[in-house]
């Protein structure tokens, strides 16, 4: 089955300043690569996501890239905020999904 | 329902005991996801079903634990002989499409945080 692995598991940054998470996946067949924020006590999320025929998609200060050469993936945030501040999970996925342990972001006002 | 929808919010049992977690997707959503998820950690899957089929049972720990969504639309996991283990937060999640075919997003649930004593 499908393995993700995903860094760093924590990461705390300047507001203003970027911030990058990356997976990488086992799964070839893998063509469905989400992310999702999961506020403090809420439900995960979706923010952004990509499949496998395209290597980069850009949403305002969020972007993710593929390379599925590498079976990597990342998740880029510009200007950070502090409302960025949450656990980012990234996934994979051929039939369901698997998720990746997640990465808890902090922002520093 | 305008959301994925989740009861009992909240379950604390004896250790033996059997319980049974119950989801209700939002209206019209074909595929229906069970998640675990620990605290802190990802979610962790269990299985899944297309319409009232169950696709994927790879995920569930062992025989104690089975799902069913008899009409297509609720589901209900349950956990027979409940252990300490077993406690986390079960989450279940719908999307629109059929899965394998045009993996979409999931609409995750609130949840139901299990406490086994």
């Known amino acids: 089955g499908e393995n993700v692995e995903q860094h760093p598991s924590t990461l705390s940054v300047q507001e203003g300043d970027s911030a990058v998470i990356k997976c990488t996946y086992s799964?070839?067949?893998?063509?469905?690569f989400p992310w999702y924020k999961q506020e403090l006590g809420k439900r995960p999320q979706l923010i952004i996501d990509?499949?496998?025929?395209?290597g980069e998609k850009k949403d305002q200060r969020i972007a993710v890239t593929l390379n599925k050469t590498a079976k990597h993936f990342s998740l880029h945030i510009t200007e950070t905020q502090p409302e960025d501040s949450a656990v980012y999970f990234c996934?994979?996925?051929?039939?369901?999904?698997?998720f990746g342990g997640g990465t808890r972001l902090m922002v520093k006002p | 329902g305008a959301g994925v929808s989740q009861s009992p919010r909240y379950k604390v049992t004896k250790r033996g005991q059997d319980v049974a977690l119950r989801c209700d997707p939002i209206?019209?959503?074909?595929?229906l996801y069970w998640y675990r998820q620990a605290l802190g950690q990802g979610p962790e899957f269990l299985t899944y079903?297309?319409?009232?089929?169950?696709?994927?049972k790879s995920g569930l720990p062992n025989d104690r634990f089975s799902a069913e969504r008899p009409e297509g639309s609720i589901s209900t996991l349950t956990i027979q002989r409940t252990e300490q283990r077993d406690s986390a937060m079960y989450r279940c999640?719908?999307?629109?499409?059929?899965?394998?075919?045009?993996?979409?997003?999931?609409?995750f649930g609130e949840g139901s945080r299990l406490t086994v004593l």
């Open positions: 999640a719908s999307s629109l499409g059929v899965t394998g075919m045009n993996t979409g997003e999931l609409f």
């Open positions: 799964d070839s067949a893998s063509n469905y």
């Open positions: 990509i499949r496998s025929n395209v």
């Open positions: 996934a994979a996925s051929n039939n369901m999904l698997t």
């Open positions: 209206s019209g959503h074909v595929s």
């Open positions: 079903f297309n319409y009232e089929a169950q696709q994927d």
